[in-house]
Structure formats: C-alpha cells, structure tokens
C-alpha cells in the first residue's frame, strides 16, 4: 500500500495538515533510555538517536 500511502501523506502535509517532522526527535547516543522512555510514553513516535560527535 506504500503506493496509495505515500502518495496521502505527501498531499496532507502539502496542506499543512500532516506536521511529519512533529513525529521525529533526535537524541545525543547518551540519551538512549530518554529515548525509550519517550517513545513508550508517546511523546515521540520516531527517536532518533545521534552518535557522539555527529552535528545534525
């Protein structure tokens, strides 16, 4: 269904009405439990997590 979904989301978030980058967080390597505990809690839905010394 990527076909069918992908094509949605992208129109969605064209009318500001799908904030996709809401969705996302990054955190420091170090902050690996935050991470988990937030995405158990839904505060997140995709962390992301940044090794040491890697700028976003």
Do not use: H
Request: glycine share 8%; with cysteine.
């Amino acid at each position: 269904m990527p076909g069918l979904l992908i094509p949605r989301l992208t129109r969605l978030w064209q009318a500001g009405r799908f904030p996709f980058d809401q969705l996302i967080r990054t955190y420091p390597l170090a902050d690996i439990n935050q991470a988990e505990r937030d995405c158990d809690a839904g505060r997140v839905v995709k962390p992301v997590l940044i090794p040491a010394g890697k700028g976003r």
